[in-house]
């Protein structure tokens, strides 16, 4: 009695399995090996920024670009929620943004945005117990602040596991064509 299932006792579904869990191994590991655990604060050692807001003059609406100064000799995660978050005041009375969790030591510019909202609209981004308020009167971003990238970081991973995917079902599209030609 063979442990070997018949299927991959043939050379190409074999490379096809293997290809498989490779592809796999390697988005488990990117999944789910952050690296060492950073510390959970209550506080935030430093400072939270607003240095810039981008304007769109012609809707009256503003994106306010969040940053934050961190004095801390670690990596250290504040959790979305009451102790990080943005209150709004004003004419828009809710945005898309989600607010920087992980504080790395130093000082970062553009961490994150916020949707647009209207020139009327006060926003507070509280954390750690300190806050910053970003208004339609703040400065305009300059080609010195490099705003940060949407999306929520899977892209890459979302791509190798497509063409794991792309490369399996060429395998067995070979396969499947090579058995009708002969």
Not at 120 to 148: I, Y
């Amino acid at each position: 009695m063979r442990l070997v299932p018949p299927l991959l006792r043939r050379p190409r579904a074999a490379l096809a399995a293997a290809a498989v869990a490779l592809v796999a191994a390697v988005a488990a590991a990117l999944l789910f090996n952050g690296g060492p655990a950073a510390a959970t604060w209550k506080t935030l050692s430093g400072t939270p920024t607003c240095d810039c807001v981008v304007k769109d003059s012609g809707s009256g609406k503003y994106r306010a670009v969040f940053g934050y100064v961190s004095n801390a000799s670690a990596n250290g995660t504040i959790a979305a929620g009451d102790n990080n978050r943005l209150t709004l005041d004003g004419g828009t009375m809710s945005t898309d943004a989600k607010v920087t969790t992980v504080f790395q030591p130093g000082t970062h510019k553009a961490s994150f945005t916020t949707g647009w909202v209207t020139k009327e609209t006060s926003v507070t981004w509280k954390v750690g117990g300190k806050e910053v308020t970003a208004n339609w009167k703040r400065p305009t971003c300059g080609n010195d602040v490099s705003l940060p990238a949407g999306g929520n970081g899977f892209g890459p991973i979302l791509a190798f596991l497509a063409a794991g995917v792309v490369a399996v079902a060429v395998t067995v599209w070979r396969k499947r064509r090579g058995a009708r030609v002969s």
